[in-house]
């Protein structure tokens, strides 16, 4: 009994052995859409509605809305701030009831709970930022079922889980504009690492997956040395960051794929001394990284507004509980941000990447 | 049972009428906390933290602790999905290794505290990262998608208007309190806690006791990580994080004393409706994630207190 248990985790530990953790083998088996190496971002690819529909909605056309918020997690900078945008928005309709809530880590399970306590407690309408876009999904169909608006943004779920995603900016962009940023400092042929959350989290594996096609297309000599999980903590990346820079001695750029981890990474920089000689370009809001932009260490910061992301997501849903918004529409109007298109059958794009210079980054405080 | 103070203010009772209380409390604040369909969900929600609380009931009575459930349980969920997808097993079979392994982690963790003599909070504090780093390793940071529609009635399904789940949550808390209350073994498991020379020198086995109870825990760990998959509908190699936490404050606001040698099944049911129906209550009544954490909290220190102050009613 006792040999066979051992024989057991053994030959489980040996095969567990074998996986290769350095290499990335994570991603969501979508196909990829490469962008032109030159020029800005193609044509928005236009598909059939794919989104779902709640079941008998109540007609919600004027009335009050009471609107939940559920992001990956709360109490970071980003999802601080798309929810500033969500209030902002409320108070500028005049006619909606805003909350955001959600699990003070990035767990799907508790988030999924916390869904459910509002599908019970009934709200009109969810708006919500996937941890896992298939995990996710049972629980929002059955907020469809119940007749409650769903709309994502930042992550999504699966189209048919919920009725309209708010896409900041297209996949393929995000990684051409962070592969063409990076390339810009390192060379041609430098070697970068990738410092993501997880390697399921819908929003970056969709990224990660884009830039590998782009770098193959566009920046074939550039090394593509490993990808490591975070987890969007941000002790858990500053620690990977450094292990990155430790143990790879040919290292010349780190891309941050979450808000969290590009200033965690740019603080592994600084702290080894490394300013200048790593370069390190990712997404993250513009108050994180003042401090090393002004210092010269990071040159630029690729994203789009978050406070934006999260007010049109806000006026979407309230198109979409007044019936203006219907499936099979081309655009809609989001407020102060006029005129959204829609893409890839329910998507609706919130504009192009943003990138933040050392010259701009003084302009913007979230 | 004698119907006098003593009876009276035993932990389970004391707790019984908390969870009254709360119950009429929470009801009070928001009409939906009290309906069918919202207890029948809860119960969804509580069947895999609640079948690895009636293990760990037997775990803490022996005075022991087991800190690798949650591993253990992403480590079986991480194996459905691969022996499914990658080694192209049939779901059935899938599903029965699955819960086996968890069954050998179990073991594994036994014999490094029975043969290894190590304090099972350290040992069961390594496997913690051990079994977790497999299931990492072995997931290859993939998750597994696009089971069979039979596999989801298990955490998404139906029985005669109950979910699947709580039925099997109910027979085995059955199961479990038959165990611990009326067999040998159930007595056995009580005085290695109570006392683990006097039960070595009564002639009882208690290294293999042990093992069968951290053994048992595995297998609850292996086949809540089943009903998690089926519940939402795919595996990632981070479920299961923080299970422990939640199972062993079940367990301990139902009155099984961490030292060993006391506790019932009844408590531990009764300590995980208490949790369950503040979580959901309180978000119903409005109360953000974090205000219910701190609630949460608040009420296993003032259970523990007052049934400390009344007494140590009961002796299992």
Redesign the interface.
């Known amino acids: 009994m006792l040999r066979a248990a051992l024989a057991v985790i053994l030959i489980s530990s040996l095969v567990a052995g074998r996986a290769e953790a350095a290499g990335w083998t994570g991603g969501d088996d979508q196909p990829t859409n490469p962008l032109p190496c030159t020029g800005g971002a193609g044509p928005a690819a236009s598909k059939p509605y794919d989104g779902g529909a709640p079941a008998n909605a109540p007609a919600r056309k004027g009335k009050k809305l009471t609107v939940v918020d559920i992001p990956k997690l709360i109490g970071i900078g980003y999802f601080n701030a798309t929810s500033k945008g969500i209030a902002d928005a409320a108070k500028e309709l005049g006619t909606v009831t805003a909350k955001t809530d959600g699990p003070t880590k990035a767990n799907i399970d508790e988030q999924i709970t916390f869904i459910d306590n509002y599908i019970t407690r009934g709200v009109d309408g969810i708006l919500f930022a996937a941890n896992d876009p298939v995990a996710i999904a049972p629980v929002l169909k059955k907020a469809l079922s119940k007749g409650i608006n769903v709309v994502g943004y930042d992550a999504d779920a699966s189209p048919e889980a919920r009725q309209w995603f708010v896409n900041q900016a297209q996949f393929n962009g995000i990684a051409k504009s962070l592969l063409d940023n990076m390339a810009k400092e390192i060379g041609e042929d430098g070697a970068f690492a990738i410092v993501t959350s997880t390697f399921t989290t819908p929003n970056q594996a969709r990224w990660i997956a884009e830039m590998s096609a782009y770098a193959q297309k566009c920046h074939p000599k550039m090394k593509w040395l490993e990808t490591v999980e975070a987890q969007e903590d941000n002790v858990l990346s500053f620690n990977q960051a450094t292990t990155l820079i430790n143990k790879h001695a040919d290292l010349k750029g780190i891309f941050g794929m979450t808000s969290v981890a590009t200033p965690a990474g740019a603080e592994a920089v600084s702290q080894s001394g490394k300013c200048g000689k790593i370069a390190v370009v990712g997404l993250a809001t513009p108050n994180a990284m003042k401090p090393y932009v002004n210092k010269g260490c990071v040159k630029s910061v690729v994203l789009w507004n978050p406070v934006d992301l999260g007010y049109a997501a806000m006026h979407v849903m309230r198109a979409v509980a007044d019936g203006t918004l219907k499936p099979g529409a081309t655009s809609v109007k989001a407020g102060k941000l006029g005129e959204l298109k829609v893409i890839n059958g329910s998507e609706i794009l919130l504009g192009p990447p943003f990138v933040f210079t050392k010259e701009n980054i003084g302009k913007f405080d979230f | 049972m004698r119907l006098d103070a003593r009876t009276l203010l035993r932990h389970e009772t004391v707790l019984a009428a908390l969870v009254v209380v709360t119950f009429v409390v929470l009801a009070n604040q928001?009409d939906?906390f009290f309906t069918a369909?919202?207890l029948l969900?809860q119960g969804r929600?509580m069947a895999e933290v609640g079948l690895v609380a009636l293990t760990m009931t037997f775990v803490i009575v022996t005075g022991g602790i087991d800190l690798s459930v949650g591993s253990i349980l992403g480590f079986a969920a991480i194996l459905v999905g691969v022996l499914w997808k990658k080694a192209g097993l049939p779901l059935p079979v899938a599903m029965g290794l699955a819960v086996g392994?968890a069954g050998?982690a179990g073991?594994?963790n036994g014999?490094i505290i029975t043969?290894f003599k190590v304090p099972p909070l350290i040992a069961t504090l390594a496997t913690l990262a051990l079994f977790r780093?497999?299931a990492?390793?072995?997931s290859?940071?993939?998750?597994v998608?696009g089971y069979p529609e039979w596999f989801y009635t298990l955490g998404?399904g139906e029985a005669a208007g109950v979910p699947v789940q709580v039925w099997v949550l109910a027979g085995a808390a059955l199961v479990a309190a038959f165990v611990l209350e009326r067999t040998t073994f159930g007595r056995a498991t009580y005085v290695t806690g109570a006392s683990e020379t006097a039960a070595r020198f009564s002639g009882v086995a208690v290294d293999r006791t042990k093992l069968l109870v951290y053994t048992a825990s595995g297998l609850a760990a292996g086949l809540a990580a089943v009903i998690?998959v089926s519940?939402?509908?795919?595996t990632?190699s981070?479920?299961g994080?923080?299970l422990e936490l939640d199972v062993i404050t079940a367990v301990v606001l139902g009155g099984t004393s961490i030292f060993g040698g006391k506790g019932t099944i009844a408590g531990t049911l009764l300590g995980l409706v208490l949790i369950q129906a503040l979580?959901?209550g309180l978000?119903?009544a409005?109360v953000?994630?974090?205000g219910t954490i701190v609630v949460i909290g608040a009420v296993l220190i003032l259970t523990i207190l007052v049934s400390n102050l009344f007494g140590r009613g009961g002796d299992g």
Request: no cysteine.
């Open positions: 928001s939906r369909a919202n969900n929600f392994a050998v073991l594994t014999l043969r780093g497999l990492e390793g072995i290859e940071s993939r998750s998608r998404q998690l519940r939402v509908s795919t990632r981070d479920m994080t923080g979580r959901n978000a119903l409005g953000k994630g974090d």
